[in-house]
């Protein structure tokens, strides 16, 4: 019997460096989202060209969190994803890789609707509170 195959210590080296940088583009996504950057369509379309593969691996739940949802929140937003999808897979295994997988439909309108929903509540007049909210909530 032979003796199993190795790696030579450049193979783990390539791969490690691949995993950093994949690691960085992640991080830099992420830290896009949160300051505004990198918008969530910013981030979809990129994670569906070839070059951008590494973004597919972020969590849903990541993202939301990125553009400010609480712990909380974000739980409730990925259970809603889940149902308005239809995806039978566990919220906390939802990443951007399936919500843009060209393979099903409504993905990327279910996190749409469920990123930029405000529950109903209505912002604030422009210079709350040294303004009142016209009647009716409307500004």
Do not use: C, K
């Not at 992420?30 to 950057?37: K, R």
């Not at 149902?83 to 906390?92: D, E, F, Q, T, Y």
């Not at 996190?111 to 209505?122: E, H, K, M, P, Y």
């Amino acid at each position: 019997m032979s003796p199993a195959p190795t790696l030579a210590p450049t193979d783990m080296s390539v791969a490690s460096a691949h995993l950093r940088e994949a690691r960085r583009v992640r991080g830099d996504a992420v830290q896009g989202l949160a300051s505004g950057v990198l918008s969530l369509g910013d981030l979809l379309e990129l994670a569906e060209l070839p070059e951008w593969v590494a973004l597919r691996q972020i969590p849903v739940g990541v993202v939301l969190r990125a553009l400010g949802s609480s712990e909380a929140r974000t739980r409730h937003q990925l259970e809603e994803i889940r149902r308005l999808s239809g995806a039978s897979s566990s919220p906390n295994r939802l990443t951007v890789g399936w919500v843009v997988d060209r393979r099903a439909t409504g993905r990327v309108e279910a996190l749409a609707d469920v990123a930029l929903s405000t529950n109903g509540r209505v912002a604030p007049a422009p210079r709350w509170p040294f303004s009142t909210v016209p009647s009716g909530g409307q500004q």
